[in-house]
């Protein structure tokens, strides 16, 4: 079952966050009380959980996005910020089911396409993409300067 994080398994959503999120950005080391605290102010009001078998099993985090979405030709765009099954629990199906659910959000939501991303050196992030029906729009490297 699917359910959207609240504030009675809010707990389950950050440990399961702070288990995991190093495998999903490894290059974001921001800690999951981060998140909860600002959940509902930006991208993180969107967060929702798989349960099943009295645990909390996989967490899907999705955004609408009204800027422009690389290789997108709609607004707004249904956006998969993270996605994550723990291991225990993969290979069953779960990662269909969060994302048939986030293409119907996404549907409720007026939107006509559903985008997510992976860094360019995460092939299991890349293949799992590719293999529940994303195309590749395009590779990039992004470049910072401090100043």
């Known amino acids: 079952m699917i359910v959207a994080v609240d504030k009675s398994n809010e707990r389950a959503w950050a440990k399961l966050w702070s288990d995991f999120s190093h495998e999903l950005w490894p290059s974001d080391p921001t800690p999951a009380s981060h998140y909860l605290q600002e959940r509902g102010k930006t991208y993180y ?4 959980l798989y349960h099943a078998n009295n645990e909390y099993e ?6 609408l996005r009204h800027d422009y ?6 607004s707004p765009v ?5 996605i994550y099954v723990s291991p225990n629990f993969r290979n069953k199906g779960i990662a269909q089911e969060l ?4 293409k119907k959000w996404a549907r409720d939501n007026n939107c006509s396409q ?6 360019l050196g995460n092939l299991a ?7 529940i029906g994303f195309k590749e729009a395009n590779r990039i490297i992004c470049f910072t300067m401090d100043i």
Do not use: M, P, R
Request: proline residues 0%; aromatic residues 14%; negative net charge.
């Open 58 to 63: 996989a967490f899907l985090s999705l955004s």
């Open 99 to 102: 994302i048939n659910f986030a």
């Open 114 to 119: 559903l985008a997510s991303d992976c860094e």
């Open 45 to 48: 009001h969107n967060e929702f």
């Open 125 to 131: 992030s890349e293949a799992f993409h590719k293999s």
């Open 78 to 82: 249904g956006y998969i910020e993270g």
């Open 69 to 74: 979405v690389e290789g997108t030709k709609s």
